[in-house]
């Protein structure tokens, strides 16, 4: 999905080509949700390996400090 | 009205139509519509929404109700309001307040597993200063990964006039009034600065969409495929977006500008004792009436609008050109809880039929059913100012209800005589005998009070 969003984004801001037809004016917000919700999706999995991370650094340190008692 | 009209503007839904008959409004729901009302009535959703103050009331009537309906459609019975009024008429906290309304609802009917379908503003309206939702056709099933289909109507009719207001100082009505869809993303798009895109909302909702819909111009094929594969919007990333928009919407605020009518109620040419005489005219005229609907025509802040609400009138609708003032007077009925909403309207060019076929959406006279008016310290503006003969302004005023009280500011006054100052007096009828006169051919002078020491006047007229 990622790649998809990025290769549409990729799409609109290089290619040139001729207006030939009329398109319904809600694509345009079709596609500047699907972004946003590419990058709330990726917010949350940043949030998401963040909280694991730091969930394993706890660990981590608290198994070190068992050994250390 | 004992007649049948159908509502000119409801030819959009191709499900339904409204129609007004005796007096009361109704929607006809065609077969093509009733799965939608099946919805809503399952889980008790409707009711929930009328409860709730989201929707406006709404009951559905036996089969055969009336005799010209189709057996085979569904009529529902609307709660009537007592004025219907138009984005483009709203002051910037009233857009603003519609827009939180509509982003409320979106939100509400998200976690019910529905949606609105649509996002105009014309079908928020006002009832006693808060807003309210007029059509429950626009509510629809939600499936899981569906986009928003209403986000590019919604900024059009709510977010982009409000930014051009906020940020920009320029206000949407005369712009909305011109292009009854709101204020294109595109048009908004190009009267913006770096530092206006700084804000993440203006840069995705009005910069970014106008670019990709510029880009998705260009190859219209190719990009319905792409969507059409695409994994779609999850009900949370919706969600998340109502929420954003609704926390941007509520950090708007109107610029700080001063305008000549800003301190007009505090700050005018009247005396302490003038003014005890106009309020004690104004009371008298209002205690021998017993008016439901009064439009206070110049309103200003609404100093007089509610002295109305406080003696017996049931809703007063306020009118004026000056927006600031009007915001302020909207925001202070909100907080008073009065029934008093005031409106954006230069007398001198008021609202016209607009719309498809001329019909789409009324104009102001066709909605002005006033039992009375009041019109203060009005009527010199539209002489003096704007050179509008009397006997037209007198015909306008008495055409818009049966009775009503109207202000004469001879020449005398100061506030006249700024205004003719500059201009010289090339209004020769504009005086208290022609005045008199021309009222006289339209309706009966019931009552003279004498207002100020430079002799203002109002007369109290019942139309002939």
């Given at each position: 999905m990622p790649n998809k969003i990025i290769l549409i984004l990729v799409y609109f801001f290089l290619m040139q080509r001729n207006s030939f037809a009329y398109l319904d004016p809600g694509t345009g917000s079709i596609i500047l949700q699907a972004i946003l919700g590419f990058i709330a999706a990726a917010g949350a999995s940043v949030v998401l390996y963040w909280t694991k991370f730091k969930e394993l650094l706890s660990k981590i340190f608290k198994s070190k400090n068992k050994k250390s008692e | 009205m004992n007649k049948l009209d159908y509502e000119p503007g409801s030819f959009r839904d191709p499900t339904a139509r409204v129609f007004y008959y005796k007096d009361s409004i109704y929607r006809e729901i065609f077969p093509a519509g009733e799965e939608k009302l099946k919805f809503l009535k399952e889980k008790n959703l409707l009711k929930d929404l009328i409860d709730k103050n989201f929707l406006i009331g709404s009951e559905e009537l036996k089969k055969k109700h009336f005799d010209f309906i189709d057996e085979n459609s569904i009529v529902i019975k609307h709660d009537k309001l007592n004025f219907i009024s138009y984005p483009y008429e709203w002051t910037f906290n009233e857009l603003k307040d519609a827009a939180l309304f509509h982003l409320d609802f979106q939100i509400y009917l998200l976690e019910r597993s529905a949606q609105l379908v649509d996002a105009s503003a014309y079908n928020v309206q006002f009832r006693n200063n808060k807003p309210i939702f007029i059509d429950l056709l626009s509510i629809d099933k939600y499936r899981e990964g569906e986009y928003w289909v209403a986000h590019k109507q919604f900024c059009e009719n709510f977010l982009n006039p409000l930014v051009l207001t906020s940020?920009?100082?320029?206000?949407f009505n005369n712009w909305f009034r011109g292009n009854l869809e709101g204020i294109s993303t595109h048009e908004l798009s190009s009267i913006l600065n770096l530092k206006d895109l700084i804000n993440p909302t203006i840069f995705f909702h009005v910069y970014l969409l106008n670019k990709i819909e510029e880009k998705s111009q260009k190859n219209p094929n190719k990009v319905t495929e792409k969507i059409k594969t695409s994994k779609g919007l999850s009900k949370n990333s919706f969600r998340s977006m109502l929420i954003s928009l609704k926390k941007f919407i509520e950090s708007l605020n109107l610029r700080k500008q001063s305008s000549i009518w800003d301190q007009y109620s505090t700050n005018n040419s009247y005396s302490k004792e003038d003014e005890r005489k106009k309020i004690k005219a104004v009371t008298g005229f209002l205690k021998k009436n017993n008016f439901k609907l009064l439009g206070d025509l110049?309103?200003?802040?609404g100093k007089y609008s509610k002295l109305a609400t406080e003696n017996n009138v049931e809703t007063v609708i306020g009118f004026d050109f000056d927006l600031k003032v009007l915001d302020r007077a909207y925001l202070n009925a909100k907080k008073n809880s009065l029934n008093f909403f005031p409106l954006y309207l230069d007398a001198s060019n008021p609202s016209g039929n607009l719309g498809w076929n001329d019909s789409e959406r009324m104009s102001f006279q066709r909605r002005a059913s006033f039992d009375g008016i009041f019109a203060l310290a009005l009527t010199h503006h539209l002489a003096i100012?704007?050179?509008?003969p009397l006997n037209q302004i007198l015909s306008w005023l008495v055409s818009l209800a049966p009775k009503g009280i109207i202000e004469f500011v001879p020449k005398e006054d100061p506030t006249t005589q700024i205004m003719l100052?500059?201009?010289?007096?090339?209004?020769?009828?504009?005086?208290e005998e022609n005045f008199e006169q021309q009222l006289s051919k339209l309706a009966k002078i019931e009552n003279i009070s004498?207002?100020?020491?430079?002799?203002r006047k109002i007369y109290e007229y019942k139309r002939l």
């Open positions: - | 940020k920009k100082g320029i206000n110049g309103c200003n802040d100012a704007k050179n509008i100052s500059l201009k010289g007096d090339i209004f020769p009828q504009y005086n004498v207002v100020s020491e430079t002799n």
